[in-house]
């Protein structure tokens, strides 16, 4: 049986994000996430709904033992961009949204959950994996072998 610390940070692990990611999503502290899955200390009520939301779970998984993962809980624009999933894409972002490491380069979807996006991109040091909210996203262009 997971306390509530674990879930939340097994699945914040599972979609590649810092504690600081984390936090800065439900407007808390590094610390505060820390204390949550140390289990040192559990979140407010009012904010099991954001974490369930940015973690991309239920409420009942993250309180209930007997709950099991929802795995099935893929947005619709995931589902839309589904086919994607592996080929060579460039990405282009809102205003105010644009991610440096991304901008005009080519990239990979490597997988989903929920409203996320994991991106894989080559940079002057390696390669790049990134976690991207597809509430930035304003588009999507797929870049075909000759083009």
Not at 56 to 68: H, M, R
Not at 116 to 139: A, Q
């Amino acid at each position: 049986m997971d306390q509530l610390g674990d879930k939340i940070a097994r699945k914040r692990k599972d979609l590649g994000m810092t504690q600081i990611e984390f936090a800065r999503q439900l407007s808390v502290t590094r610390q505060t996430v820390s204390r949550w899955e140390t289990n040192t200390m559990m979140p407010d009520i009012d904010k099991i709904s954001d974490i369930a939301n940015v973690l991309n779970v239920s409420c009942d998984y993250l309180l209930k033992d007997e709950v099991e993962e929802d795995t099935k809980n893929v947005s619709s624009v995931s589902h839309l961009l589904y086919d994607l999933k592996g080929k060579t894409i460039r990405i282009q972002f809102f205003d105010g949204e644009m991610d440096i490491d991304l901008f005009k380069k080519e990239c990979q979807i490597l997988d989903f959950k929920g409203n996320w996006m994991k991106v894989k991109t080559s940079g002057p040091k390696g390669s790049i994996e990134k976690l991207i909210s597809l509430s930035s996203v304003l588009s999507v262009e797929e870049i075909k072998e000759g083009d």
